[in-house]
T-cell receptor, first 113, second 114 residues
Framework: QKEVEQDPGPLSVPEGAIVSLNCTYS??????FMWYRQYSRKGPELLMY????GNKEDGRFTAQVDKSSKYISLFIRDSQPSDSATYLC?????????????FGQGTRLTINP | DTGVSQNPRHKITKRGQNVTFRCDPI?????LYWYRQTLGQGPEFLTY????????KSRLLSDRFSAERPKGSFSTLEIQRTEQGDSAMYLC????????????FGPGTRLLVL
């Protein structure tokens, strides 16, 4: 069993819809939770960064962390065609001050105009 | 452009050949990470440097792989005697090295071993 599980999709929704992306994890030592966006043939780009449980909002994006359930989510409101990309959840436990990220498989999202 | 840069962006090689990739991190970033990403999967950690010191290596990093960061600035990742299973995107990331740091990724080097 992988440490981080993410539904690979693909997920296709109409423009303007609310998108929900999720990951579950098994390592209770994870403290830092991130969402990256990756366009085709590009490197991952950091979208959201949260520490411990709770919600964090940034524009149309909201990240939620529920450590008791080992479950994290990313919500995208008013989705746009430019949001079409692969979304990767990532998490880490601080080891000697460094963060070795453990990624989910990635969910491929398409927003249809 | 002050982001992480990687060269080459693409590399095609024959099985058994050696290849070397270069990563230039964001200026003043102390930590440098290497990840590998295969098609349809998320990146997997390979190794990381704190300045010039290589502090951790993943089990994924076989003896054919070696990484260096000689002056604490750019880093190289060399694969000797490449195998078809080495075909992947090799990603470099850097960070300042503080608590709750953010890793910034480069565009990656896509390797194809024929």
């Amino acid at each position: 069993q992988k440490e981080v599980e993410q539904d690979p999709g693909p997920l296709s929704v109409p423009e303007g819809a609310i998108v929900s992306l999720n990951c579950t994890y098994s390592n209770s030592a994870f403290q830092y939770f991130m969402w990256y966006r990756q366009y085709s043939r590009k490197g991952p780009e950091l979208l959201m960064y949260t520490y411990s449980s709770g919600n964090k909002e940034d524009g149309r994006f909201t990240a939620q962390v529920d450590k008791s359930s080992k479950y994290i989510s990313l919500f995208i409101r008013d989705s746009q065609p430019s949001d079409s990309a692969t979304y990767l959840c990532a998490m880490s436990a601080e080891i000697q001050g460094a963060q070795k990220l453990v990624f989910g498989q990635g969910t491929r999202l398409t927003i249809n105009p | 452009d002050t982001g992480v840069s990687q060269n080459p962006r693409h590399k095609i090689t024959k099985r058994g050949q050696n290849v070397t990739f270069r990563c230039d991190p964001i200026s003043e970033h102390n930590r440098l990470y290497w990840y590998r990403q295969t098609l349809g999967q998320g990146p997997e950690f390979l190794t990381y440097f704190q300045n010039e010191a290589q502090l951790e290596k993943s089990r994924l990093l076989s003896d054919r792989f070696s990484a260096e960061r000689p002056k604490g600035s750019f880093s190289t990742l060399e694969i000797q005697r490449t195998e078809q299973g080495d075909s992947a995107m090799y990603l470099c990331a850097s960070s300042l090295g503080f608590w709750r740091e953010t890793q910034y990724f480069g565009p990656g080097t896509r390797l194809l071993v024929l």
